[in-house]
């Protein structure tokens, strides 16, 4: 990791990365000149500063985004398939340069950071793949009368809403599919990460995507640029990432103009470790699921339910190597465990920490701000929380494993279940019928059996409940950017004589006694 940080200084990370909005394949300042600051968590200090975009700044990029689309959606399959080829190519190729800069604006480790390139990546080049496997269907009517051709096409011009906890994968999971599609986009990033967003725009152009087809509008005003845009009878689909609230707002301003959404909301993810458990390996998946991205991710393990029986041994399992864990600066290659994103973040998290001890939790490690510059909370471990707790309810988003206890299955599925989020559970169990039976009951979009880790380009991601609406990646996940259209072919009136065709080509009846109604 040395390598990384001296090749690649910080200052020419952050310099070489456009500052402005991208809009019609061009650079531009915001409309009204504003810009705000992009900090780095681990230091407080400010990276730089990116143009603020206004709501004329939004629709000027829904206007670039409506012109493309027409040319865009005719692009042949193969060559839109290409140009996200070469985007992964590029982005491998560079992964050292987009993980130093993930990790100055977000705060995670570099070598979490590269992990992150690489998977964010690994979708461009999924969705390459899929775009020339764009089907279709062609059948006989039931009645004979006609043929039944059923097409696919692009949704149409799209906005794409990320988070700031994965500023490149994230936006690569959107865009991929997007383009394959054949859909043009107005992504509006996360103010706290914009420059990885930036970056990965201009790495597509590189690419040989169009002008146009891909509009990032980073801002502050994210309520006021959302509605310009949704309110907007040219948008036809709307693809957020983030909290179950907004995404609440939006679903209903989405609904004036009867937009299709995807979204992926929040979570609440239960951690099962039953009494069969092979321990190490659930202390060993539970390191994943928690500390991955800091604890700030969606799919982190939140709620732990361990068998009454084993709780001891997984508990103190848990706290030896969450003891152990290095906090510090993303950039220092000894650091395991980088800062949250901001001082508003930490706060929260150092309050919910605070309430469930309140409340009786026992704190086993952890639990103390640290001093200094940054937005750094160690790893902590609750044993004895209190069922009911603000913390058991709430998505933590940060590094806190929160511990009860259970004694049945049914006990564990009833407490992981009773909850409105439904993206992701973990299950560890070597009893092959009780996970079977386990996972069928667990009222999640995603299971984790065995494993702390469930993202794949390859897979369906997304939940249940109020948990989100429609996958991203898989086999399903181009089809959030597509549409179908049926076309009803008329085959004509057959020549007389022709009693093979003629009879293909009458229409069923019903009634009694045959076509003629026993007549």
Known sequence: MESVVTSLSQPDAVGRVEKGLFIG??????????????????????????????????????????????KWAVVPPRRRGEILRRAHDLLIERIDEFALLITLEMGKSLAEARAEVEYGANYLRWFGEEAVRIDGSWKVSEDGTARVLVTRQPVGPCLLITPWNAPLAMPARKIGPAVAAGCTMVVKPAPQTPLTTAALAALLTEAGLPGGVLNIVATTRAAAITESLLLDGRLRKLSFTGSTPVGRRLLSQAADTVLRTSMELGGNAPFIVCRDADIDAAVDGAMTAKLRNVGEACIAANRFHVHADVV??????????????????????ASDLGPMIDARQRRRVADLVDETVDAGARVRTGARVPEGPGYFYPPTVLTNVPAGTRITREEIFGPVAAIQTFITEAE??????????????????QDLGQALRMSEHLETGMVGLNRGYVSDPSAPFGGMKQSGIGREGGNTGIDEYLEQKYVAIHMGTPQSGDNGALAAATPIRSGVGGPEGGR
């Open 25 to 70: 394949g061009r650079w531009r300042s915001a409309s009204g000149g504003g810009s705000f600051s992009v900090e780095d968590p681990a230091t407080g200090r400010t990276l730089c500063e990116v143009s603020d975009a206004t709501p004329t700044d939004a629709l000027a990029a829904l206007d670039a985004a409506s012109a493309a689309q027409a």
């Open 312 to 333: 001891d041994e997984f508990s103190e399992k848990l706290v030896a190597r969450m003891s152990t864990i290095a906090v510090g600066p993303g950039t220092d290659p």
């Open 412 to 429: 564990a599925l009833h407490d992981a279940n009773n909850t409105e989020f439904g993206l992701v559970s973990y299950l560890y169990t």
